[in-house]
């Protein structure tokens, strides 16, 4: 297979690879595609949660990120930059993935088409965490003139370390199978550390930069709602929806 | 036969494969495998501490050498070519003494350790690409891409192991790892040609940093940074004897165009220092010497690679050792010296902290206030030292060893890396000249 551009996108190869070896058939690329539906796609209902992720007690002091390592990175940031480890603004944690855990037995969704785009920016991930459906395609960017590897180690789908080492560059990934969360790491910029949440379904969000989420699309029904934080762990609880109707789910997590 | 490229031959050209038999793959793993890879597999068998780099742990299911795409798993055939040629700078032998029977049945017994491997399916990589052939290496295009494409971050500039990310890099169970000095091509794990280093490219080192550039660079500029890699890798000679050349007058400097003249000898290092049964992993492998003497005066030409310059606490130091020619006992091996009733030795002790070298017989490395000194010139460029030191002329042709700290690594006493003892061919010149 000759290469003419710079830019491939996985499926390109996993076909590449299907059509390379002849004899058996090669079974596409775990994290290729989505897996086939159990069930005919189920559309979604009218309800939505909507809700906040709080924070009790004093929050650490983020720590700062040293770059000096790498000049390309340093050089795009006039002050500081800090980790994302925990991040609250007026008691609301920033970055907790919220998605339902059960409740959803027997329903299939669509995989959707959209891209998720999981970029590189100034050394940093952007966003630090991201919430996609299994087999939804996910477009990894490098926007930063210098080598990014992106160190990706799912249980469940296909790791990959992908060296991505200029600016520009767009590689195109998917996750097979659900798990929560595929930890993301560069290992040339050891501070560089994201999530990816992969679900079934498009019930899922993550908390933004007050702490609150939204849900929406939900059939009626009883869920397990669940919210992970990287440092402060899992909650879960019980939220009953009526068709049309919407919810509220309060997560509060304590500082260690 | 292993091919770049010609996977899908080489698996329809082994023909003859034994039905898998675990029952005989775990006899055969027990007598051969187990002393290193421990008996279940965990990479912990009685001799595994003592290793660097330590043995593989089968139950994880990840292989570093591999034909397949980032993160699946090896092909049978990449695994028996493992175990069939072993990994350079390891102390993984080669097992072609084994029947290939025994090594497919060994193979079947090894994936079955590991869960993970049952989940997932090798991915063969599609195509590796056309090799150019050296006439079709363009070294400047290959340079070119070395830098554009990020290597430098952990090999270094000149492939010597001291980029900037090198000291912070994690393998994937969070234990640090050293980038590889691409300037060693002998212990280069997968191999040192353009082949294989296309390979460790395009499907990345799993378990390591080392990401895989199939995706986002094409095959044909992986061979020329290939080919370029490969030409910067040390013509060694481990010949086990360094030839002096002589001259009328003496090199000083350790960049003098008179030492091109000089036959070198390469050496390798190790660490000999214990804790708690695990070997301690010191900075120096390797370092190559060069000699050239007028009538009365030898210069050493000693280089190294050492991922950081350290003038500081503890500093970055060599020592230069000869069986001292006052007969009687004879110092063994140098890794256990020196200890109590030992003889004496003749050192020359350089320190980066000085940048000055003395020379004394001495019964330890802390060398008495009499010691001479030496004239001695170091440069440090690129993650490596070349130190040149000169001295009378010995008489009679002593063994030499090297011992070296490297001070950025805490090195210090005997956390250190030293050679075994080299012989010294004074008489080369002197035949070919009749002088004398």
Redesign the interface.
Known sequence: ????????S?SV??V??A?????KP??A??GDAAPAPAAAPTSGGRTTITGKVVFQGTAPTAAKIKMD??PVCQQQHAAAVTTREIVVANGGLQYAFVYVKDGLAGKSFPTPTTVAVFDQTGCMYEPHVLGVQAGQPVEIRNSDA??H?????P?QS?????????KG?K?AKTFAKPEVMVPIKC????WMQAYIGVVDHPFFAVSGSDGTFTIKGLPAGTYTLAAWHEKLGTQTQTVTVADGGSASATFTFQAK | MWLVGGLCASAAEVSARPAPDLAAGREAYVTNCARCHGDQGHGDGPDAARMIPRPRDFTTGTYKFRMTASGTPPTDEDLFHTISTGLAGTRMPGWEGLSEDTRWQLIAYLKSLAPSLARATPQPVASFGKDPGVKGADLAKGKQLYADLGCAACHGTAGRANGPSAKTLKDDWGQPIRAANLTHGWELRGGEEPKDLVARLMTGVDGTPMPSYADTVPAANLWQLAYYLRSIQEPANWSGSLTVVSAASLPTSPDDPAWAAAPRADLRLWSNVYVNGAVVRTMVPWAMVQAVATADTIAFRIAWDDPSEDHGTPPDQLALAFKPAIGGREVGSLQSWPKPGTPALDLIVWSAATGTAREAISESLDLPVTAEARPAQAQYADGRWSLVITRPRPTTATPWALVIWDGGNGETGRIRSVSSWTDLDLNHKEKDHGSH
């Open positions: 297979m000759v290469r003419t551009n710079w830019i491939r996985w190869i996993a590449a690879v059509i390379g070896c002849g004899g090669t079974p690329a775990a390592a790498d210098t080598l590897n992106v160190n990706a180690k249980t296909a790791p990959f370390n992908l060296a991505m080492p200029m560059m590689v290992n040339v910029h050891p």
